[in-house]
């Protein structure tokens, strides 16, 4: 059962546009949020985080928007770009606990 | 990235075969971690450590083992190696205050 969902396997959007991706967890005791952009032939890049403890974090063109009534986060980029074409995947931590359990990712294509 | 390298890059091998993944960090960061990433399933944690000689399972350990015996080298071994560990692996790191990972750039492992 899988804690952490990312229910758009991809998402198109234009150059200039708003891109939203979607993360919703079932676990009530994570804490702790990230997202992680993810080029082909590449590792995971940490992008943004957000603790529990707030709704809203905000890092240039991105914003992560935390909603814990309702188990979800997202993460706003404005404006898009055709270089954040990438997967970008959501993850979240519980407590002390040092492992990250990741959603299955969203291929964003930003087009020209 | 800097401070964490794997290798092989890439391995084709046999059904069967024992097979040895390497991460070697040069953060001296405590944790260290495998995942696999396969279409649909995001990245999920194999095994991690926290610590030298101090290892543990995660969500998808069966058929896998890990070492640890020098704070910068954290190794991932396929006993008998199977088609459906094909995958994509990564090596990650991260320290006592941060929750975030630093990844590496991943071994794509393929099994015939």
């Known amino acids: 059962d899988q804690q952490v969902k990312q229910n758009s396997p991809s998402l198109s959007v234009q150059e200039g546009r708003i891109s939203i991706l979607n993360c919703d967890y079932t676990n009530s005791m994570f804490d702790y949020f990230l997202w992680y952009k993810k080029y082909p032939a590449e590792g995971p890049t940490f992008l943004i985080s957000?603790?529990?403890?707030?709704d809203k974090n905000e890092d240039g063109r991105f914003t992560v928007f935390l909603n814990k009534s309702a188990k979800h986060l997202s993460l706003h980029i404005v404006p898009s770009q055709p270089g954040d074409s990438a997967v970008y995947f959501c993850a979240a931590s519980e407590g002390s606990a040092r492992q990250l359990t990741f959603g299955s990712g969203t291929q964003l294509t930003v087009l020209p | 990235d800097a401070g964490i390298t794997q290798s092989p890059r890439h391995k084709v091998t046999e059904t069967g075969t024992p097979v040895t993944l390497r991460c070697h960090q040069t953060?001296?960061?405590?944790?260290m971690y495998w995942y696999r990433q396969d279409p649909g399933h995001g990245l999920r944690l194999i095994h991690y450590?926290?610590?030298?000689?101090?290892?543990d399972k995660g969500e998808v350990s069966d058929g896998y083992s890990v070492s640890r015996s020098k704070t910068e080298d954290f190794l991932l071994t396929l006993e008998s190696a199977t088609s459906s560990q094909t995958s994509v692996y990564f090596c990650?790191?991260?320290?006592?205050?941060?929750?975030?990972?630093?990844f590496g750039s991943g071994t794509r492992l393929t099994v015939v």
């Open positions: 957000i603790s529990s403890i707030k």
């Open positions: 450590s926290y610590g030298v000689k101090d290892t």
């Open positions: 990650a790191i991260s320290d006592f205050d941060s929750y975030g990972y630093t």
């Open positions: 953060e001296n960061h405590r944790y």
